[in-house]
């Protein structure tokens, strides 16, 4: 009997805490200036990005998972740039709900296309992000599922969360 393939996840990238321009710059990032941002068409609507060249798409978390944004948006988006920079992302609470839940569900759409596309990804909040701790204590069980969900698509990213912790490594961007 064969045994079903895993569902593809993240290998890539770096979840980076709390974001400053040293700890990107040591993966060859640098936050865009105003100039560089673009707007990006999905299938259904227009982006916003922060960034967009042909290897690179920097772009924010709320204008990534706004409420307008459908999956095929996404699948258009991760067909783009091999290396993604969303930014802004959230500490996930437990009782998230309504809007900000209804965010964490397009986040979780945008990385199973990522991680299908074999994308690199820098996740950048300014507070820790733990999705199993969320997902252990949300009292919602959707809220669970997507938070394990998040946190399996993610857990093979190495992260960064102290700023005195960057080491120079031999990733690069743009």
Known sequence: MDKEP????????????????????VYGLFPPSPVQ????????RIFGAKAREPELLWISFDELCATDASPGDYRGLAAGADLWVIDGVPAPEPSDAG?????????????RELAAAKVALFVVGASPMDWAAASATAPDAGHRILFREIDRLLAQLKRVESDEAVAVEGVSGS
């Not at 895993?6 to 710059?25: K, N, S």
């Not at 809007?99 to 990385?111: G, I, K, S, Y």
């Open 6 to 25: 895993e569902p593809p996840v993240l290998r890539d990238g770096r979840i980076i805490v709390p974001g400053t321009a040293r700890q990107l710059a």
């Open 37 to 44: 941002h673009r707007e990006v068409p999905g299938a259904d």
């Open 99 to 111: 809007r900000q839940a209804e965010a964490w569900e397009r986040f979780a759409e945008v990385l």
